[in-house]
């Protein structure tokens, strides 16, 4: 395909329309939520050179599995402050954060390196939306401590409960993530076709 003066011009055009996020956004990312995005760079360039000849998919689902096994463990031991009051005081004094914001800024890392994976920009104002709906899945899945507690069962079944929910919200975020920036990029591709 050779380059020509128009597909240039249309090229300048789309990129002059891009929508980038505000300032404040950014710093409350990054102040709130310890959101750091050259980190989820630096993951999305790791993953490539490990696994050069990957489709994006594979690698997509290579972050999802690795993040699985973090979100079981992370979801177990992140709740053990709630259910053994001395285990709480002793874990705050170790610098361990909490769970739910922990689990939270973790989907929300693993939403954007998919993006990036599929070639969507991650300073587009599109990801406001989606970083909203991750929020709002590691928010349930931050609930299973309090649903067991209302269920009046043992309060150590929300140990391995609290894990599995969050391995859940992982393997449902990374794979409606896939199919969301799949579906973009074959957009793009077609968008880009046409100008």
Do not use: C
Request: aromatic share 6%; hydrophobic share 50%; net charge positive.
């Amino acid at each position: 395909m050779a380059v020509t003066a128009e597909a240039i011009k249309a090229t300048a055009v789309v990129l002059s329309r891009k929508k980038t996020q505000s300032m404040v956004t950014d710093e409350f990312l990054y102040f709130f939520l310890r959101m750091r995005k050259s980190e989820v760079r630096r993951v999305v360039q790791r993953v490539k050179s490990l696994y050069p000849d990957d489709t994006p998919e594979q690698l997509a689902q290579r972050l999802i599995n690795t993040q699985s096994v973090l979100s079981f463990v992370g979801g177990s031991i992140l709740h053990l402050p709630q259910l053994l009051p001395v285990a709480g005081n002793l874990w705050k004094v170790a610098g361990f954060a909490g769970g739910a914001s922990v689990m939270a800024r973790m989907h929300m890392y693993l939403i954007l390196e998919i993006a990036l994976l599929f070639g969507h920009d991650i300073e587009d104002k599109d990801r406001i939306p989606e970083l909203i709906g991750v929020i709002a899945a590691s928010s349930v899945s931050a609930a299973t401590p309090y649903a067991i507690s209302q269920l009046q069962w043992n309060p150590l079944t929300a140990i391995p409960a609290s894990g599995v929910t969050a391995t859940l919200a992982t393997q449902v975020i990374g794979a409606e993530a896939i199919r969301l920036y799949k579906k973009k990029q074959k957009k793009l591709v077609a968008a880009n076709a046409e100008a």
